[in-house]
């Protein structure tokens, strides 16, 4: 006569419960309760309807990192963006994240803070939790290179650094650019500053060549006092527009390059006391909450940080399922979205008293958001 079956131990509290201890509550071996839990292989109802109270009941939570290196497959997903605290990186995680649920993977996020150190030190931990690939907004060509010698696949998305060993998602700023310039244009401005984060990322230099397009066109000449290289911070963007603003000949049109420069320049306006949009213009490449909070609402180029963020992860698992496929980049159009910032140009009589010119109005085509 056999033993009568001891009831099974509880976990220590110091541990977590372990699939062991959950198939020693159910009486079942550890492959058939492995199988219930996963609902892989035939287990009888009851017996897995015992597996499922057992583990609930043990609080049992599934070892996925145990599995993943047992079988040598990740069903994780690295996301790795430059600022959370930044509307459009924000949306651009939350896109990656739903597009990577409904695939059925999790995602590894994290901030570099736009620190290049930083985003290695990501690169690394992401390779080391062996995600099955990433998606990143690049800070330098190198994490990109290390990963893909990591035989880790990886989409750039919002600037390109891997051009032809990586897959891009990507908006047209160039195109997006230029015609938010053209409206400035058309509303009779030819005193355009643009103020730019920096010009080593793609974004950067191909909304400067936007800009520049559009007034070479226009038959406006370049002038080089009017670009402005400020990097990425609102104080920095606010001092830069106060000395654009105060000098003898100031714009009567800003373009901030991002929102976060937008901010910046808002607030010189406002110290300055100049009304929007009768005293200067301000437009903007990116949009943030509290641009259609303030009075006027901004100018803006639109771009939707959540589809961008759910295409990078659909390019991830296309090229995670086709390693040897050719490399692609997906580009998204802008919309640019016209508001009460921007208005016709103002300009200064040779008596010192301040009107505006007339103007007419121009229709700017909206564009739709595609991919």
Known sequence: MSPARQPAAAPSEHRRPTLRDV????????????????????????????????????????????R???QRVSHSIGVLVSDLRNAFYAD???????????AGYSVMLIDDRLVAEEELEASEAFASMRVAGVVMTPLTARVSQYLLQQRIPVVE?????ATETCDAVVVDNRVASSKLTEHLLGLGHRRIALLVDELFWTTGRERVQGYELALLEAGVPLDPGLKVSVGGDVAAAQQAAMGLLLAADPP???FAANNVLAEGVWRAAADLGLRLP???????FDEAPWMTLVSPNVTTVRQDGVALGEAAVVRLLERIAAPSAPISTVVFRAEVAVRG???PAATTAAGGTRHY??????????????G
């Open 278 to 284: 009768e005293d200067l213009s301000i437009v903007s």
């Open 68 to 70: 993943h290196l047992r």
């Open 92 to 102: 651009l995680a939350a896109g990656a994240s739903r597009a990577a649920k409904k």
């Open 357 to 370: 010119a007339d103007h007419e109005g121009a229709l700017l085509v909206r564009e739709s958001a595609t």
């Open 157 to 161: 998305v919002d600037r390109q650094f």
């Open 23 to 66: 198939a020693r509550a159910a009486g079942v071996s550890q492959s058939t309760t492995s199988r219930a839990l996963r609902s892989q292989g035939y287990v009888a109802a009851d017996v897995k309807e015992r597996v499922h109270k057992a583990a609930a009941k043990l609080g049992y939570v599934p070892d996925v990192m145990a």
């Open 252 to 254: 009567t049109a800003i």
């Open 341 to 343: 910032s921007s208005g």
